[in-house]
């Protein structure tokens, strides 16, 4: 069940003494701990119960539907929209809409907590080569090396083209890079990867 607008949610026969309760349908489930409300919205967004740009309901109906204070739901929603995972829209036609989860985000918030802890460049470009020749080992005995071998000549070759402009070669180096880590089919060191990018673009000031 897809959520596509604020008038679907709305709660029906709604028992606000029992626990969970059903809401909207039975989509929300209200949580009587702390941060309940932001752990269920988190959870109906990660697991696909709603969509890129569905709407979760304005703010007085998901405080209804929880049965939480305003300040406590706007806390809530604030962590979330952080994470990326919604955006608030004011106005009459407002609410919350939710965003599927980006790894771009993810890797960025990773590198901003790098920068935060003054990890320096150096120990990031040795995380690299720490997790490099296992991506390419992976590569190496795959059935598809010889597509991905090819896929990485194109990408080394793009940098070549652009190797006296810093800028762009930075670009593509990191293209690269990502690329490498990704081929070898690893979603969880694609994160790492991606991280430890970002985590040079903030220092150098230079984006792909």
Known sequence: MRASSSASLRPRDVRK??????????MFAANPRRGGEQRELRRL???????????LGREPELVERFGVSRPSLREALRILEAEGLISVVR??????????????????????????????LADVQEARTLLEPTAVRVVASSRSRRAAAAELRALIDE???????????????????????????NRTLSIVAEMLNGFREERTGRSS
């Open 17 to 26: 003494n029992s626990l969970p309760f059903a809401l909207a349908g039975g």
């Open 45 to 55: 967004i990660v697991s696909g119960r709603f969509s890129e740009g569905d709407s």
């Open 91 to 120: 106005g009459v036609l407002g609410g919350v809409v939710a965003h599927a989860p980006d790894t771009r985000m993810t890797a960025r918030t990773a590198a901003l907590v790098l920068q935060a802890r003054n990890v320096p």
């Open 159 to 185: 940098q070549m083209q652009v190797i006296l402009d810093p800028d762009a070669f930075g670009g593509a180096n990191a293209r690269f890079h990502e690329r490498l880590v990704a081929l070898a089919g």
